[in-house]
C-alpha cells in the first residue's frame, strides 16, 4: 500500500490516444491510475485524447474500451476531448488575453533551419522567440502571404519544481525549453493545452503516467497557473521495455492487449507483470485486482526501466489460473461449454496453461473417448474394471486402488499408467483420485473394457 494516504478521496485519469491498439506499457499506465483510486475510494476517470481526428477513429476507441474492461477495471466516468472543444476555446482566449499565447508564422523547415543554426553556434535548439519581436504589420505581411500561425505558449523561463510520486523532488528549468505550440496552424489543441483544461475542470488530483513526460510536466504546470487551476500531485513510473531494451511502442501489436487476450493470457497475469515489474516488490499471481491494488506503492518503483518479458507473462497465466477460484473462473467456463462446477475446476485448474485448455479435459470426462490401451494390459483392465466399487463418491479412486492393487500384483506406473491411459487417453494430468469420480462407474468401465465412452 502507498506509503501516505491522500488527504481526500483522489482523481485519477487515463488519457490514451483513439489511434492505435493499447499494449503492456499503456495497461501498466492505466492499471497505476485506476488501482491507485480503487485502493484510496477515489474516482477513476477514462478520457480519449481524440482531439486528432486526422488519426482518432471510434473502432479504435472501442478497442480501448474492450481492452479496460478485459482488464477488469471499470472507468466511473468516460470523456472525449472532442465533445470539448468549446472549453479549449475559452482556455485559449484567456491565455491570448494574459499574453500568454503569441502567434509564430515559421514553417517546419524555417524551425529546422534556426535549430541547426542554434547548434552549429554551441547554443541549445530551442525557438528564439522570433515572432514576439514581429510588429504588427510584418504579422499581416505574413498572414496576407497565406501563412496561419501556430500558437506558443511563453513560458517563464523557471525553475519548476514539485515532489514526484515516483521519483521524489524533481525539477524542470523551463528556461531551457521551446516555448510549447499549443494550438496548430489548422486551429486544432495540442495534448500540451487540452491535458490542462481537462486536469482542472475535472478535478484531477494525481497525475499518474510515463518518466517521458517528466519534462512536459514542468511546461504544464506552468500552464496550470495561468489558468489558476489547482496543481495536482504527479508520479512518473518507468517505463516498460523487451528483454532487448527495445522499448514498446503501437507498432508491436503482438504485445497489444488484444493480442495477448487472443493467444489466452489472463488479464490478472497481465495486470500483475505490467504493474510488478521495474518495482521492489516480487512478481507473483494476484487473486484479484483488488489485491493488485494493496500493493500499488510508487516509492517502490524502479529508476531503471522495467523489462517486461512475454515468456514470464505465459508462465505467471499459468500460475494465475492455479490459484483462481471457481467464482472468479464459473461465467468463462460457461461460456466454453464446461461444465462440472467446482469440483471439475478444482481437479482440472492445476494443470492449465490456459483457461481454454479446461475444455480439453471436460471433454476427457465427458466423452466419448476413445481408450489409449496396449494388448499386454488387456486383462488386466478387465480385472480393473470388474472390481470398480458399486458405490462412487469422492474417495472411490483411494478404493479402487486397495482393492486392485492386491488383486493385481501390480505397483507403481504399471499399475498407474495403463489406467490413466484408458480413462483418458492421456500420458498425463491431473490426479486420477479428482477425475475419476466426475467421469462415473458406466464410462470408466466402458473406456477400461477398450469401448469408446
Request: zero cysteines; hydrophobic letters at 40%.
Amino acid at each position: 500500500m502507498s506509503d501516505t494516504a491522500p488527504d481526500t478521496p483522489p482523481v485519477l485519469r487515463f488519457a490514451p490516444s483513439p489511434t492505435g491498439l493499447l499494449h503492456v506499457g499503456n495497461a501498466r499506465t492505466a492499471l497505476y491510475n485506476a488501482l491507485y483510486a480503487r485502493q484510496w475510494g477515489g474516482t477513476f476517470i477514462l478520457r480519449y485524447d481524440d482531439t486528432d481526428t486526422a488519426r482518432s477513429t471510434a473502432e479504435f476507441a472501442d478497442a480501448i474500451a474492450e481492452d479496460v474492461a478485459w482488464l477488469g477495471l471499470s472507468p466511473d466516468r468516460v470523456e472525449h476531448q472532442s465533445r470539448r472543444l468549446a472549453r479549449y476555446d475559452e482556455a485559449v482566449a484567456r491565455l491570448k488575453a494574459q499574453g500568454r499565447l503569441y502567434p509564430a508564422y515559421e514553417s517546419e523547415e524555417e524551425l529546422e533551419a534556426m535549430r541547426q543554426s542554434r547548434r552549429r553556434r554551441g547554443l541549445p535548439p530551442v525557438y528564439d522567440r522570433a515572432a514576439m519581436k514581429l510588429t504588427d504589420a510584418e504579422r499581416a505581411a505574413r498572414e496576407a502571404e497565406g501563412r496561419r500561425p501556430h500558437w506558443r505558449f511563453r513560458l517563464d523561463g523557471r525553475q519548476v519544481v514539485w515532489d514526484d510520486l515516483a521519483r521524489g523532488r524533481q525539477g524542470v528549468d523551463t528556461a531551457t525549453l521551446s516555448d510549447p505550440v499549443l494550438v496548430r496552424e489548422d486551429g486544432s489543441y495540442l495534448y500540451t493545452l487540452t491535458s490542462v483544461v481537462d486536469d482542472i475542470d475535472m478535478g484531477v488530483t494525481h497525475v499518474v503516467r510515463g518518466e517521458d513526460h517528466v519534462t512536459n510536466t514542468g511546461v504544464q504546470i506552468e500552464i496550470i497557473e495561468a489558468l489558476g487551476g489547482f496543481v495536482p500531485r504527479f508520479g512518473h513510473h518507468n517505463l516498460l521495455v523487451l528483454p532487448s531494451g527495445e522499448g514498446l511502442s503501437k507498432r508491436l501489436g503482438h504485445l497489444s492487449l488484444r493480442a495477448l487476450r487472443a493467444e489466452g493470457e489472463e488479464a490478472l497475469a497481465v495486470a500483475s507483470l505490467a504493474v510488478l515489474t521495474g518495482t521492489s516488490l516480487a512478481v507473483e499471481p494476484v487473486a484479484s485486482l483488488d489485491a493488485l491494488a494493496g500493493k500499488i506503492d510508487f516509492a517502490k518503483i524502479s529508476r531503471a526501466p522495467a523489462r517486461f518479458d512475454p515468456a514470464e507473462l505465459s508462465a505467471l497465466t499459468a500460475a494465475t489460473l492455479h490459484h483462481l477460484p471457481y467464482e472468479a473462473v464459473a461465467a468463462r467456463l460457461e461460456g466454453l461449454g464446461v461444465g462440472g462446477g467446482e469440483a471439475f475446476w478444482l481437479a482440472v485448474r492445476g494443470n492449465l496453461a490456459r483457461l481454454s485448455e479446461a475444455a480439453d479435459w471436460w471433454r476427457v470426462v465427458e466423452g466419448p473417448l476413445a481408450p489409449v490401451t496396449d494388448p499386454e494390459d488387456a486383462d488386466f483392465l478387465i480385472q480393473a474394471a470388474a472390481l470398480l466399487p458399486e458405490e462412487w463418491g469422492g474417495d472411490v479412486y483411494s478404493r479402487w486402488i486397495a482393492a486392485l492393487k492386491p488383486a493385481s500384483g501390480r505397483t507403481g506406473r504399471g499399475l498407474f499408467h495403463p489406467l490413466r491411459l484408458a480413462l483418458t487417453g492421456r500420458e498425463s494430468g491431473p490426479e486420477m483420485k479428482a477425475l475419476l469420480p466426475l467421469i462415473g462407474r458406466d464410462k470408466a468401465a466402458a473406456r477400461l473394457r477398450g469401448e469408446s465412452a
